[in-house]
């Protein structure tokens, strides 16, 4: 079966591209198409990965957000009062120039924690988010 290959064209900040290059080189890539088809497998792994996210979880979600981004911060607070009642803890500090770094401490059940994380990770100048999950074990003694 043949695969039938597509075109596609994308713009892409000059420094993220110019990271995305050294880290192809440094690994070895035969091209950036190759990369670039590697990147799409990897988050379509982890698309899946979280579509499984089911039962009570313990779990942290991390961001790393812009700041100085108008609205971002109110944004984000505004989104997780809405899940408050998952959400135990968090811990927020600066890092360099106008980067946040937080870290989200809940438990609840996995769809919710899935629908959270998703909603940070779309708000513009969210630059980075890693969703951890620990499924709740229910030891009878």
């Known amino acids: 079966m043949e695969k039938k290959l597509m075109r596609i064209g994308i713009s892409l900040p000059g420094e993220l591209l110019n ?5 192809l080189m440094k690994r070895g890539y035969s091209s950036r198409s ?9 988050y ?10 089911k039962g009570t979880r313990a779990a942290t979600i991390s961001i790393v957000y812009d700041c100085s981004k108008k609205g ?3 944004t984000l607070a505004e989104i997780q009062h809405e ?3 998952m959400i135990n803890s968090s811990v927020h500090f600066h890092m360099e120039g106008n980067l946040c770094f937080e870290v989200i401490i809940l438990e609840g059940e996995g769809e919710k924690i ?3 994380t998703q ?3 779309s708000i513009k100048g969210v630059k980075h988010s890693r ?5 709740e074990e229910r030891t009878e003694y």
């Open 72 to 74: 971002v911060t109110s």
């Open 34 to 42: 190759e990369g670039i088809r590697d990147a799409i497998r990897t």
């Open 19 to 23: 990271k995305f290059d050294q880290a």
């Open 44 to 53: 379509n792994q982890h698309y899946e990965w979280m579509q499984q996210i």
């Open 131 to 135: 969703l951890t999950t620990v499924p």
């Open 119 to 121: 909603r940070l990770l």
């Open 114 to 116: 899935v629908e959270l």
């Open 83 to 85: 899940y408050m009642d």
